[in-house]
């Protein structure tokens, strides 16, 4: 590569840099992050290396500055909002659209004449922009993306030019030096499938554990270990963007409106789904090897002295945290659609599943309720929840009523049917009419979207569901 082309490239990034801190000073930190690499034909980031072309580079600067300048800011973004490390589980032509149109939309917002380029272009974003806005109130990558999912596939071959500017290949080589059992892609834990058993309804790839042919375990282990550094980097500077908007905001208005509530969104304090699950779990003694309790010197001491004869035998019994029993109530209202529903249970029942998380055998009750109870499974193995879950039938469809799953509730505890109950876990939209006296077990109700117009009682639980949950 010649060194001339590279140094002139760099003093292209320093002079759209400065450019850039100029107008946003709060995004400084980010907009000096990268390493660069003079190595690719397409502009593209995985959020440490940003790789170029300094030949393209050089003729889009004499041609159009402004363009490079956008284009720069708009890596920025895709890493401000973490959208290389979300890239996992999820249809690359709708990752990359939504997490275009996210950062686009937050540019247009920001009104910085150094990023004005194409009028014409720029005015077909927006209007695209303010039809999805029309339809969203938190306009965020990840709500773009299921707003997507409903968009015909014409419809997005048409909208991925617009908002195009780098390659997202990258974002998706992350998930593939990753293992199932690492956390990596913010609130959602990959099902483990070494404990899970014969799952049939996790689709997802994982990782064994075994060698494959040509593969560097001490290679694979370093780039995870730079990727959740990024990670860690990178959601620091967006925590601190989000603080010093606060200040830039009362500057500027509502230019801001769009990074802003990106950035609430990614920051907002929340359990992931695994960890929320286990408010409902319960002590009990399961019958498995207690090492914490276990004394390796006196028994590997016996084996020496006697041989065959250990000193102190393993304890078979062991306290643990499993579920033994709860109730899942399904409202089946025509707001609540059979293939949500089911991916809900599914869901649920890997995350109980893949840890040993239940006993051997359980009381859980699923119950499927619209204005009136319409039908009860009493479920005590895990051989019936996944025949559940395999043939479950959706009945009711009318309106919402929460009051008559807790006075069934309440009438199996007085009738000790049920003798520690966790608590119940009501997947619901929301519109119903709750029990006005607080039950005599932990209640969670569970949403698919943050239903701002909804208020559940007091003694209750909110949990939002995101789309990928």
Known sequence: MDEELIQISEEIFRQVIS????HLRFMDIALNRYVFAADATEFRCDGRVFHYAPIALIKMYRNDPRKITRGYLHIVLHSVFQHPFFAENRKPSLWNLASDIAVEGAISDLRLECTETDAEKEAEMQRIISRIKEDLPVFTAQKIYH????????????????FHFDEHDTWYLLRNVTGSRE?????????????????IFDKASHDTGEKKEGEDPTAKDAEIRQIKNALKDWQEISEKIETDLETFQKEHGDRTEA?????????????DYSTFLRKFMQSGEKLQINDEDFDNIFYTYG???????????????KETDSVK???IAIDTSGSVQGETVQSFLQKTYNLFLQRENFFSRFNIHIIQCDMVIRD??????????????????IKGLGGTDFRPVFNYVEEEIRSHHFRKLAGILYFTDGDGVYPKYKPSC?????????????TVPPWAIKYILEGEE
Do not use: C
């Open 259 to 271: 990074m802003v509530q990106s950035l609430t969104a990614l920051h907002r304090e929340k359990y």
């Open 183 to 199: 956390k990596l892609f913010g609130d959602e834990v990959k099902d483990d499938a070494a404990n899970a058993g014969n799952n």
């Open 147 to 162: 707003w997507l999912e409903d968009r015909q596939a014409d419809e997005i071959k048409l909208m991925a030019p617009l």
């Open 303 to 317: 084996l020496q002295l006697y041989e065959n004869l250990p000193l102190i035998e393993p304890l078979e019994y």
């Open 442 to 454: 932990k209640t969670a109700f569970l949403f698919t979207e943050d239903r701002k117009d909804i």
């Open 19 to 22: 450019r850039l801190t100029l």
């Open 325 to 327: 029993e709860l109730v």
């Open 376 to 393: 009860i499974a009493v479920i005590q193995t895990p051989r019936q929840f996944t025949h559940y879950i395999e043939n479950v039938e």
